[in-house]
């Protein structure tokens, strides 16, 4: 998604929409997720103005699946109930025709998540978030993450973020020091965000959550270049006043529930007027 070839897709406009849209229906973001950052994940949530609930559950997992606004599932340090009601959770959202989105957090160096992510595929996220390493890794391509870290740049998922998208027929989005967002056949690159939030344990996780915010209100790709945006926005501004990465997540919070639909739809414009093309 570069400059030249959106100007009638008004991508600007729709994500600062998408955000008016969320705070005015408050969608309940079902997360399967993190137990390390579930706190953090559901805080953004919160601030971002939709309702989280960290439910997983099995039995509990499956039933709220079907009625939630949007899924979020993560595969950070996936516990027993976790992996007992995941796949039950993510055929639930997609048997009610509920958006779901696919963190796949150390995919391609853990071989349990790996083997698990592979299953989710197979369901057709709404959108995958995940780093470089995690992207490259779940396209079945060789990559050098190393734990929940990624050892390879941005560009090189590009190929892969971009077969992803195709084959789930959604959005991928790939975080970094420049996020990229496809839907496989179009590209967007971000360049918003602060060093700081790679020194915050869940920043990622809590990009899932909103992510899976903004899939509850508008397509795929809004949704990706909305959270990316949002979580991108709230850190410069949050960097400004923060000693130290634990000021730093405090004022995080503060910035995402602070952001309003102009702030976003104007990064998301300017953004667009400097896009690298594809």
Known sequence: MTSAVLPSYDLAARTGAAL??????TPLVQCVTNEVTSNLVANAVLAIGASPAMASVPGEAEELAGSAGAVLVNLGTPGPDQRACVEAT??????????WVLDPVAVGVLSVRT???????????????????????????????????????????????????????????????????????????????????ARVTGAGCALGG?????????????????ASTALGVAAERAAVVARGPGSFVVA????????????????VGAELAVGVPA
């Open 20 to 25: 008016s849209e969320l705070r005015a229906r």
């Open 90 to 99: 993510v055929a639930a959202a997609v048997g009610a025709g509920v958006p």
């Open 115 to 197: 083997r698990l992510a592979a299953r989710l595929l197979a369901e057709r996220p709404t959108v995958v978030r995940g780093n470089a390493s995690e992207v490259r890794a779940l396209a079945g391509e060789a990559s050098s993450g190393r734990g929940v870290d990624a050892r390879d740049a941005v560009e090189a998922a590009a190929s892969a973020a971009r077969a992803l998208a195709g084959a789930t027929g959604g959005a991928v989005a790939v975080s970094g020091p420049v996020d990229l967002v496809t839907d496989g056949s179009a590209t967007l690159r971000l360049a918003v965000g602060d060093p700081f939030l």
């Open 210 to 226: 909103l992510t899976a915010a903004f899939a509850a209100v508008t397509d795929p790709v809004v949704a990706a270049v909305g």
């Open 252 to 267: 995080l919070l503060d910035e995402l529930s602070l952001l309003s639909a102009d702030d976003v739809a104007a990064r």
